[in-house]
């Protein structure tokens, strides 16, 4: 063994030829950054092998290398511009070095290379792969170029045609096209890879090949005349600027790179790229892009976890043929799920066989299938009007008209017709899927399988669990989704699932700017221009259909009265009583016609606008700022209800869901990619401090912020980094501290101490947590030696409360009313403008400068009533639980912040103290019941205090879950005073609970209540994960 790293090992193979084999542990290899520099190890050792003729690299995995290691990206990302570069020009040294070796070099190339990995090989004198080879670079769509040699070496070996072709679009081809296009010199079967790559490197080291001659060009300018070039490159960005647009620079500037490092050498073109890179990884659609690339696994791998023990289909069937269940047909036939497709009569199993024909016939078009190919998925495809082999089938996806009776009774017919293992599911847009089930007999069989029209382009499918329906069932359907190449993502039911559900308020948005005088056309323009979508709101319902629309506005109005219920005509009612159905009648908001292919274009309406104008206010333009904000806020705001209600799991999902099935701009990275936990924090230490000018930040002693996941964004001393980016002197330090919900009052703690010893005079404190961007337990991994002596469910809040409100005879009637106590105070706290003092204006801004400022709590729902609480089902017990959504805190992101100094500083800056600090403790309790850790702690601090519960004039207790606070109230003996001395502004099941935000949020509305009631002592607690309490009593002073 000549060299031995933690991903590779260098070894000799025979006859003076070395192997450099990758083999990092786990089931792939990336190409990290510890991975380059073992790689430039190994090359050092070479280096000194005077006996060395020969060097064959090769991989130990299914795939070579899968490319760089994403995860890392971020981190990258964050580091100052000149440390990248220097970073990017060490790695392009490594390569270099691979390239100058004085002997042939040889990739023996498997299953995939992508990015770094192809930008690996490049640098090898031949490539030989294997037929399932899949090579590329596609860092443009990560909104990167390639930073590795790759837009250097691969214009040179292919031309700069093919090789824009594959990098501006960020492109990976197979074997049969990258031998056809020189990027491989051979495809050879994976048993004879190695004898073949031996073979090469014989001739090559005897001189019947030409090694030095195939790497020559790759170290020289390329060789184009001025106009070939000129041609090149003008017809690359022509193409580039019509297919990216301006909301994805990456592609671009590729280019713009490659044309202006074509005249020069290998080292001149290398800096040129390395200069072009460096501010693409700092732009905001860099992060977003590697954010959706990461949800995107996530989705993925969570599909895969889900099916691991599940056979993928044989055999299915769909029920109604049409457009929709042609697509379906296809799709599964094109991916190798034979289907039967079942219809009423012959005319719509023609449509449907027509649907499926047309489709496959694209693909000979483009020279994907051959007639043979062709003729074979088409067989697959066996279309009848009975029910015969039907007993044979896995699952059935039911997809005729959206009508509730036609649906259950083609479902009750058809379960007679199968196995009783078959899974049946309904492509339901709109309709809960538990009223569909109410007609089967086996209704743990039955789920919701939402596709999107058309089926062979939208890659996202909705599973909609039932309420009953069972785990193998949804593993099934998550399997053939699978199977088709979907990317399957399950919610929970209620109407419009997910995707319409968000969908709906976006278009309500729209209705409201039209009634108040907006021109569609601009706020169309303005949504595909400027924030990015692929159709703006009224071509979107062209294409839906108003029709279609009208119903499942209706729908979702009774699904939601209170938030969706319309008071008011709007364009949609006046469009759909003017018979304008969209594109299916050729009359929406615009007129279509068929263009020379056949498709609709679409075009001006004059007569649309008399229709909109008794709907409509007096014309008046808009900003785009606030057309863009009145569309999309809405839309968010239900995207962040249904995270709370459990509707979908977490927040990766909900971006992948809005980008694969509503076509949401990635390069925005998702409804939750707006501010990042470090600006948060940053604006609020710079609010703080404007507020309080006698105090210059440098006179500050010390920074303590609390926040609980810290990783990610969240990461590597997220206070330290928001103090610089808040601009306070270097010489200010900065710590996050850690105790789950208690951090940041933890953190108040911190820095009392540090003044009560005379270690401080001046602390600035607080926390943050951005729930939408780190999940809660994101990344956590728990000993399982801990469930000797702690109950698993221990970890699990939610149960934990389950088992408060048992041992305390909490009803589900209690806390429902205790959680509508806490929205109506808050929001009665709004209206008032008791918050008006505590909330910072906070601006939410994508790249363009666009979205969002908010100076309320947008997380407040003043309809919610004890009655729709009601109706809410658990979600932490389904059997015999009562905790549910709506009663526990909301899931939120936000930060607070406050000033701690000794009464002597405060008296030499001018500065009234609005309270002092009388007495601190935390104290730890039984896990299983960790929701009662504010009793012992509250009651250790007013022993300290001197004092009794009696003695409190205001509480703040944190509203993790009503079924956890209301013991603690009950324990302390004051249930018969919640409405004079208890959250009076409402709690965290309606403010939200950003963990590591919460002491801080609590302890400042704590002291602003008791001025305001002119209270002589507070006392705010809370709750701590896996069993503490923490509690403050505060004194006016």
Known sequence: MLYKGDTLYLDWLEDGIAELVFDAPGS???????????????????????????????????????????????????????????????????????????????????????????????????????????????????????????????????????????????KDVGAEHALKIGLVDGVVKQEKLIEGAIAVLRQAITGDLDWRAKRQPKLEPLKLSKIEAAMSFTIAKGMVAQTAGKHYPAPMTAVKTIEAAARFGREEALNLENKSFVPLAHTNEARALVGIFLNDQYVKGKAKKLTKDIETPKQAAVLGAGIMGGGIAYQSAWKG???????????????????????????????????????????????????????????????????????????????????????????????????????????????????????????????????????????????????????PIVVNNCPGFFVNRVLFPYFAGFSQLLRDGADFRKVDKVMEKQFGWPMGPAYLLDVVGIDTAHHAQA????????????????????????????????????????????????????????????????????????????????????????????????????????????????????????VRAEDLSAHLMRSLLARNPSLTAATLDDIYWGCVQQTLEQGFNIARNAALLAEIPHSVPAVTVNRLCGSSMQALHDAARMIMTGDAQVCLVGGVEHMGHVPMSHGVDFHPGLSRN????????????????????????????????????????????????????????????????????????????????????????????TVTAGTSSALSDGAAAMLVMSESRARELGLKPRARIRSMAVVGCDPSIMGYGPVPASKLALKKAGLSASDIDVFEMNEAFAAQILPCIKDLGLMEQIDEKINLNGGAIALGHPLGCSGARISTTLINLMERKDAQFGLATMCIGLGQGIATVFERV
């Not at 090769?58 to 511009?81: H, Q, W, Y």
């Not at 043979?372 to 039911?398: C, M, N, Q």
């Not at 005509?569 to 279509?592: H, T």
């Not at 459990?646 to 509503?662: F, H, N, T």
């Open 555 to 674: 729908v979702m109005a009774a699904g939601f009265p209170q938030r969706m219920q319309k008071e008011y005509r709007d364009a949609i009612d006046a469009l759909f009583d003017a018979s304008r159905f969209g594109q299916k009648n050729g009359l929406g908001f615009w007129r279509y016609k068929e263009d020379s292919k056949g498709k609709p274009k679409k075009e001006e309406d004059a007569a649309v606008d008399d229709l909109l104008a008794s709907v409509s206010q007096t014309k008046r333009d808009f900003s785009d700022d606030e057309i863009i904000a009145r569309m999309m806020i809405p839309m968010i705001n239900e995207v962040v209800r249904c995270l709370e209600e459990g509707i979908i799991a977490s927040p990766a999902e909900a971006d992948m869901a809005l980008v694969y099935g509503l076509g949401f701009p990635p390069f925005h990275g998702g409804a939750f990619r707006n």
């Open 790 to 881: 702690v109950a698993k469910a221990a970890g699990m809040m939610g149960l934990t409360a389950e088992m408060l409100s048992r041992l305390h005879g909490i009803s589900r009637e209690m806390q429902d009313q205790f959680a509508a106590r806490s929205h109506a105070r808050a929001w009665a706290a709004t209206q008032s403008g008791a918050f008006k003092t505590e909330i910072i204006p906070t601006g939410g801004h994508d790249a363009d400068g666009v979205l969002k400022q908010f100076n309320y709590d947008e997380v407040i729902r003043p309809e919610t009533t004890v009655e729709a609480l009601s109706t809410l089902r658990p979600a932490f017990d389904p059997v015999s639980g």
């Open 28 to 170: 792939v290899n990336k190409l990290d950054t510890a991975t380059v520099a073992s790689l430039g190890q190994a090359l050092e050792v070479l280096e000194k092998q005077h006996d060395l003729k020969g060097l064959l690299l090769r991989s130990n995995k299914a795939a070579f290398i899968v490319g760089a290691d994403i995860t890392e990206f971020l981190s990258l990302f964050l580091v100052p511009e000149e440390q990248l570069s220097q970073w990017l020009h060490f790695a392009n040294s490594v390569f270099n070095r691979l390239e100058d070796l004085p002997v042939p070099t040889l990739a023996a190339v498997n299953g995939y290379a992508l990015g770094g990995g192809c930008e690996c090989v490049l640098a090898t004198d031949y490539r030989l792969a294997t037929p399932d080879l899949r090579i590329g670079l596609p860092e443009t769509k990560l909104g990167i170029m390639p930073g590795f040699g790759g837009s250097v070496r691969l214009p040179r070996m292919l031309g700069a045609d093919s090789a824009l072709e594959i990098i501006a679009a960020g």
């Open 337 to 487: 799920v034979p289907v039967i497709m079942k219809d009423i009569n012959d005319k719509s199993l023609n449509l449907g066989m027509t649907e499926a024909a047309k489709l496959l016939n694209k693909q000979l078009e483009r020279g994907k299938i051959d007639g043979l190919k062709l003729a074979g998925v088409i067989s697959t495809i066996h279309p009848t009007l009975d029910y015969a082999g039907f007993d044979r089938v896995d699952v059935v996806v039911e997809a005729v008209v959206e009508n509730p009776k036609v649906k259950k009774a083609v479902l009750a017919e058809t379960e007679q017709k199968v196995r009783p293992e078959t899974v049946l599911a309904s492509n339901t847009s709109t309709i809960p899927i538990g009223e569909l089930a109410s007609a089967l007999e086996r209704p743990e069989n039955f789920c919701g399988m939402h596709f999107f029209n058309p089926v062979h382009r939208m890659p996202l499918v909705e599973i909609i669990r039932g309420e009953k329906s069972s785990d193998e069932t949804i593993a099934k359907v998550v399997a053939w989704a699978s199977k088709m190449g979907k990317t």
